[in-house]
């Protein structure tokens, strides 16, 4: 089974230049998450996607970060313009449904974004 | 300000020692997870632990999650280079659904 897909490895931009993440997840995954991860620290939960709704953004920047997940499948993390606190890994997960306690969410490699 | 507090955030070793680490929290979680993350890759679920006072094994990993469903540690017995890594734990909120909130992380290096 081919795991999570994420796209580019890496990322080198200048402050106030606009990126954007691909990923593409198990297929069959209805529920999808993208997550920050600034170097030393844990992930942090940005966007949560049930199918192509929006389960929870509460945690996403909405003034700079847009997401979307056009047909419940892959989806696009969009940073524009960036900052330099922006630096981080950006990863992408998928799991099978939403809610249950032991639903495992499968981590694709992540994208490190470098904001110079 | 995360709600889930790791310690060690660093642990050096040698090969065959054994060693604990610690999540703390002062919330309860319906479910605890520990992952291990490698450098380039994303993090890979060890174990879901759900009820509390549970304790699981994994070969050489043993979790344990509180009898409160606030804290859980990992131990590693005679640990081995391989088990170099990012070790996360995550919870799960009731009501929260299936969103995870990570700790810091402990970052392990054993020495051969």
């Known amino acids: 089974e081919a795991g999570v897909a994420q796209s580019p490895r890496y990322k080198i931009i200048e402050k106030r230049q606009s990126v954007a993440f691909w990923c593409n997840p198990i297929s069959g995954h209805a529920t999808l998450y993208w997550y920050q991860q600034i170097l030393g620290q844990g992930p942090k939960l940005l966007i949560q996607f049930q199918n192509n709704g929006v389960v929870d953004d509460s945690q996403l920047p909405k003034d700079r970060f847009s997401a979307e997940r056009l047909k419940g499948v892959d989806s696009t993390l969009k940073i524009q313009p960036a900052k330099l606190e922006d630096s981080a890994v950006y990863l992408c997960a998928s799991s099978y449904t939403n809610g249950g306690l032991t639903d495992t969410q499968y981590f694709g490699p992540g994208t490190r974004l470098t904001v110079l | 300000t995360q709600l889930l507090e790791q310690s060690p955030q660093f642990l050096s070793i040698q090969e065959g020692e054994n060693l604990t680490v610690y999540c703390n929290s002062s919330s309860v979680f319906s479910s605890l997870q520990w992952y291990r993350q490698e450098p380039g890759e994303g993090p890979v679920l060890l174990v879901t632990?759900?009820?509390?006072?549970e304790v699981k094994k994994l070969k050489r990993l043993t979790f344990q999650f509180g009898d409160a469903r606030k804290d859980s540690s990992l131990h590693i017995t005679a640990a081995q280079p391989g088990d170099t890594g990012l070790y996360l734990c995550?919870?799960?909120?009731?009501?929260?659904?299936?969103?995870?909130?990570f700790g810091g992380g402990t970052r392990l290096m054993v020495k051969p």
């Open positions: 995550a919870g799960t909120v009731y009501n929260a659904g299936n969103m995870l909130t």
């Open positions: 632990v759900v009820t509390g006072g």
